[in-house]
């Protein structure tokens, strides 16, 4: 066995254990919160489409069905339990204890998207910095709780780790377009699950290919220049299009202000200029709600320890946002621009820390990528997991850094 794969089988293993555990344990009992409401619904639609299936028509025991052009275009307005029932109804065509099989899928979804994150940050600095950014996505019970779940966060953020991966690594045996042709695929099958984030992952990619082009010298300085001094006007005519965003936005926060764990539910942002003022705090709160004096029960605890650790690693994104930085330019404004989209637009949307546990974890790799890289650029622990030595350039010294 190589150094490569010593080191990240023991961590996908440990995380796939964990979450293999938990799914066990929710399917035998009601101790995880976040496997009701929704995930039921989704567990009884996939059912009941699967026995459509055995009987020659999917969608005979559902109201509304699935059709071709809602799986080509995923911005069609579908019923999101029939759609994600969909995915899951194979599982039910199974002999045996469906439920746990398909969160057993689930699982596997999960502990893989870590594994994404963990390989983007071991190349682009060590080992070291892999594990740190992995730690808290292996460990935090809101991640183990809902990827052992029916839900849809552990295929989305599956699929987008994995695209990123393909997009941001270095090519291995495989040609460009294959790797682009898949990783377009894996957005489109998050896309299809939460057509919210069409904004947030198209502002990421066009940011990453206009700094690749700037850098490349695809784009000139004057054009550059020109299109900054235009953005103004652009910014102008598009001004009735942010204005139906604001209003749609205002519309789902008022939708989301019911429940236990709701926060700010008079503070509906109306114009642009309230929704900029707002959008810090709201992104805030987005990310690492509870705070402590939102606390009641044990579980809001532990989500709030995990806010606590997020924040940290906010902190020592600064130093890691400049390795990364360094390294591949393009990359590092493309994960900027669609994080920075993301915490505005579900910071202004999401008006409890229930729902917006689940919907941040879309987003918070980033985060820990970036703190990842930051805290081993200055602090070093001794992990289990480790053989010799290895920094982006001691792994592999044939590597560019450009790459």
Do not use: C
């Amino acid at each position: 066995m190589d150094k490569e794969a010593k080191q990240t089988i023991p961590i996908f293993v440990l995380t796939l254990i964990l979450r293999f555990i938990s799914a066990g344990i929710t399917t035998v009992t009601n101790l995880n919160p976040d496997s009701q409401a929704d995930a039921i619904k989704f567990g009884n639609t996939a059912a009941l489409i699967a026995r459509g299936i055995s009987n020659g028509q999917p969608y005979r025991y559902v109201s509304g069905s699935v059709g071709f052009s809602e799986l080509i275009y995923p911005l069609t307005s579908v019923d999101p339990y029939n759609l994600w029932g969909s995915f899951l109804s194979p599982f039910w065509l199974l002999p045996g204890p469906s439920g746990l099989y398909a969160r057993l899928g689930n699982a596997f979804l999960g502990a893989f998207a870590i594994y994404n994150v963990y390989l983007i940050a071991r190349y682009y600095h060590s080992h070291h910095a892999g594990i740190t950014a992995a730690l808290p996505m292996i460990f935090y019970p809101s991640f183990v709780a809902i990827h052992s779940t029916l839900l849809r966060e552990a295929i989305i953020l599956f699929a987008i780790t994995t695209a990123a991966r393909l997009l941001i690594l270095p090519l291995q045996q495989r040609p460009y377009w294959f790797s682009y042709a898949l990783a377009a695929v894996l957005l489109h099958i998050s896309l299809l699950q939460r057509d919210d984030n069409a904004i947030i992952i198209a502002a990421a990619i066009g940011a990453a290919i206009a700094a690749y082009m700037i850098k490349s010298g695809y784009i000139s300085k004057s054009t550059t220049g020109l299109g900054l001094a235009l953005s103004p006007v652009a910014f102008v005519l598009s001004l009735p299009v942010i204005r139906d965003g604001v209003e749609f936005l205002a519309y789902i926060r008022v939708v989301r202000a019911r429940g236990r764990t709701i926060y700010l539910p008079d503070v509906i942002p109306q114009t642009i200029l309230e929704l900029a003022a707002f959008s810090w705090v709201g992104g805030a709160y987005f990310l690492y709600a509870p705070f402590p004096w939102m606390i009641e029960t044990i579980p809001d605890l532990l989500v709030g320890i995990e806010g606590l650790v997020s924040i940290a690693f906010t902190m020592a994104s600064i130093w890691g946002i400049r390795s990364l930085g360094q390294k591949n330019p393009s990359a590092t404004i493309g994960l900027l621009v669609g994080l920075v989209v993301a915490v505005i637009l579900y910071g202004v949307g999401t008006v409890n820390y229930g729902t917006g546990m689940r919907h941040r974890q879309m987003f918070l790799w980033v985060i820990f990528l970036f703190g990842g890289i930051g805290i081993s650029e200055h602090v070093k622990f001794v992990w289990p997991f480790r053989w010799g030595k290895d920094s982006f350039m001691e792994s592999d010294p044939n590597r560019s850094s450009s790459d």
